[in-house]
């Protein structure tokens, strides 16, 4: 089965920086992935790390540490369009593209 | 639009109907996903086909079901509507296995909200 496990809520001030933290217990790696979700849409895609370390595209990185189980997604220089939810998805190893997703974490951007 | 496009966008019906949500992308890819979201927003994969046959059927009442007339189509069947049904169906669709780095990412449709009285 899979288990993964991320905080429900995280508020920060516009221009600071957030780490969202996610760990994962699944049958199976084939890649972790991050996805932003606003309220009434639907989710899109922020990235993929399957091997460990960070990847960076623009104000958003992703880290992995496959060993621990573990990712972060970092947002920095916080906007006000960044209050949504952040889901967190791991790819199992059965080859068949599943991906299964943690409860999401809300980012509140405060002013 | 290249994309993945959904109908309808509401849904609002009685117990015990039977409706169906359709699902069509036009980007070329050759997977496609239905999702359930419930009221905790957790994103939950309920069945995915590739090239139209049935790769992922997770444990989902038998009153759902998919059908996939080509790979660029995805349409949801749900009989005997429950109450416990009421969520945002979400489509989505991923590049073919060959594409490399860019075939693990999934894109979703824009939902559908259903909401069984």
């Known amino acids: 089965g899979q288990n993964i496990d991320q905080p429900t809520e995280m508020t920060a001030t516009e221009g600071a920086i957030v780490q969202i933290n996610c760990t994962y217990q699944t049958s199976g790696f084939n890649g972790l992935f991050w996805y932003q979700q606003h309220a009434g849409e639907a989710p899109t895609f922020l990235s993929y790390?399957?091997?460990?370390g960070l990847e960076e595209k623009g104000r958003f990185s992703s880290f992995l540490s496959r060993s621990k189980g573990y990712s972060y997604l970092l947002l920095k220089e916080l906007q006000m369009k960044d209050s949504a939810s952040y889901l967190c998805?791991?790819?199992?190893?059965?080859?068949?593209?599943?991906?299964?997703f943690g409860a999401g974490t809300t980012v509140t951007v405060r002013a | 639009d290249t994309a993945v496009s959904q109908t309808p966008k509401y849904l609002v019906t009685q117990m015990g109907n039977d409706k169906s949500i359709k699902c069509e992308q036009n980007l070329g890819h050759d997977t496609m996903y239905w999702y359930k979201q419930d009221s905790k927003k957790f994103l939950k994969i309920m069945f995915s086909y590739n090239n139209k046959e049935l790769i992922i059927n997770e444990t989902v009442p038998n009153r759902f079901s998919p059908k996939s007339p080509d790979k660029a189509h995805l349409n949801l069947h749900i009989n005997s509507l429950e109450l416990g049904d009421s969520a945002v169906y979400f489509c989505a669709s991923s590049p073919p296995r060959t594409s490399g780095r860019s075939s693990y990412e999934q894109y979703f449709g824009p939902g559908t909200r259903l909401t069984v009285t």
């Open positions: 998805a791991v790819r199992g190893g059965t080859g068949d593209y599943k991906l299964s």
């Open positions: 790390n399957v091997l460990d």
